[in-house]
C-alpha cells in the first residue's frame, strides 16, 4: 500500500511524509496537505465532478469513525477502491486523537464560523486550519460538495445512527440527500433551525455545501468498536466515492425527523441537570417536567408534547449548550 494511504498511523505517531504526493496503479494522486489531511484526484477522465469531504476525530475519543475513514483510504491506497469523486479526507483533531480525549482545552466543534478568531490557543488554530482547507477543497464552481461529519456520542442511544442536518436562512433541507442518508444506515435525522458554530455548519452554511454531522454509536477507545456497525454506512460512501450509487426513489422509507424545540445552555456554574447520568439519547420527558435550573431561578420546564432530549451533559462550559430538547416533525418543508 502507499505510505500516504497511511494517514492514521503519521497523525498518530505526529510524522509528516517523506514524500507529498504519490499515485496510486489507476493514475489517483494522493497529496498530503497538512496533519491529519490528505486530498484525493481521480484521473480527470474518471472524474464524475462530485467533491467529497469526509471528516472524523473533530472529537479525538470517537475512534468508530476515525477507523472507518482509515479504511477507506486503505483500499483506495491499495487500488481496490476506485474514485471517480475528488475527496479531501481530514482527521479534525490530531493532538486529542492522540491522547484518547474530546478536547484538550476547547472543543473544535463549537469553534467554527469565525469563532476561532475570538478565541486562542492549538484547538482555535485548528478550527481555523480545518475552515481553510475545507474553503479550498471546495472553492472549485460547478462541482457537487457533500460533507460527512463522522462522530460517536457520550452516551448510549434510543436511536443509535442518526443525523444533524444544519440550517441557513432561506434554504431549504434536501429530500434526496435524506434518502441518501436513509439508505446509509441512518435512523434519524434532527433538523436544526437556526445557525450553528460546528464544524457542518461551516460547510453548510458559508461553503454551500450539502452537510451532516453523523452520529454512529458509542464512543470506545481504538480496537473496541465490534459493537457500532457501519457496514450500511460503508457501502454507501464506497458507493458515493466510486460514483455508483443505485438510483432510488426519494423515499425517506421509515426515516424518524425531528427538529429542535429548545436547546439548553450551561449558563453558570450553578446549573443543575436533572437527569440520570446514564440516560440515554432520545429519552421521552413528560409535559412539565423540570429538566433544569441555573442562576437567577431559571428553570427548564418541558412545555412540548413529544419532547425527547439528545446530547445531556451538565459538564460543558458555561456558555455553551447542555442538551438538546426535540420534537417529532413531518416532511413537508423539503427541497
Ligand atoms: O454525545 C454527546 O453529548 C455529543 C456528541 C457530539 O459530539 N455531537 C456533536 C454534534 C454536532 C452538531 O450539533 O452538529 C457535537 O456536540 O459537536
Ligand atoms: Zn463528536
Redesign the pocket.
Known amino acids: 500500500m502507499l505510505a500516504l494511504g497511511k494517514l492514521l498511523e503519521l497523525t498518530l505517531a505526529g510524522r509528516e511524509p517523506a514524500e507529498k504526493t504519490q499515485l496510486t496503479v489507476d493514475g489517483v494522486r494522493m497529496r498530503w496537505l497538512g496533519e491529519g489531511a490528505l486530498e484525493v484526484r481521480p484521473p480527470e477522465a474518471r472524474d464524475n465532478g462530485m467533491d467529497l469531504l469526509l471528516s472524523a476525530g473533530i ?1 479525538g475519543n470517537e475512534t468508530a469513525p476515525i477507523e472507518l475513514l482509515d479504511e477507506l483510504l486503505h483500499g483506495i491506497a491499495k487500488g481496490e477502491i476506485k474514485p471517480r469523486a475528488r475527496i479531501l479526507f481530514l482527521f479534525g483533531n490530531p493532538e486529542a486523537i492522540r491522547k484518547g480525549e474530546r478536547y484538550l482545552e476547547q ?1 473544535v ?1 463549537r469553534l467554527f464560523n469565525g469563532r476561532h478568531e475570538l478565541s486562542s490557543g492549538s484547538e482555535a488554530l485548528r478550527a481555523c486550519e480545518l475552515e481553510r482547507l475545507a474553503t479550498t477543497f471546495f472553492s472549485v464552481p460547478g462541482r457537487t460538495r457533500l460533507h460527512y461529519d463522522l ?1 460517536t ?3 448510549g442511544s434510543k436511536i443509535e445512527q442518526f443525523a ?1 442536518y444544519p440550517f441557513k436562512e432561506g434554504r431549504q433541507h434536501s429530500r434526496r440527500e435524506l434518502a441518501r442518508l436513509r439508505a446509509a444506515g441512518m435512523e434519524a435525522v434532527l433538523l436544526q433551525s437556526k445557525t ?1 458554530v ?1 464544524f ?1 455548519a461551516y460547510t453548510y452554511e458559508t461553503l454551500d455545501a450539502e452537510a451532516f ?1 453523523l ?1 454512529l454509536g458509542k464512543a470506545r477507545p481504538f480496537g473496541q468498536n465490534a459493537q457500532v456497525n457501519l457496514e450500511r454506512l460503508e457501502t454507501r460512501l464506497k458507493q458515493i466515492i466510486e460514483g455508483n450509487e443505485p438510483e432510488e426513489p426519494e423515499a425517506l422509507d421509515g426515516l424518524q425527523l425531528f427538529s429542535v424545540a429548545r436547546e439548553i445552555i450551561k449558563h453558570s456554574d450553578s446549573f443543575h441537570l436533572h437527569l440520570p447520568a446514564d440516560i440515554e439519547n432520545f429519552s421521552e420527558l413528560s409535559k412539565g417536567y423540570l429538566l433544569a435550573e441555573d442562576l437567577s431561578s431559571t428553570r427548564w420546564i418541558v412545555e412540548e408534547e413529544g419532547a425527547r432530549i439528545i ?1 445531556p ?1 451538565p459538564k460543558v462550559k458555561n456558555g455553551l449548550r447542555a442538551g438538546i430538547l426535540i420534537v417529532p416533525t413531518t416532511p413537508d418543508q423539503l427541497a
Do not use: G, Q, V, Y
Open positions: 472529537h472543543d466543534n462522530h456520542a457520550i452516551r444533524l450553528s460546528t457542518t454531522t452520529e446530547f451533559n
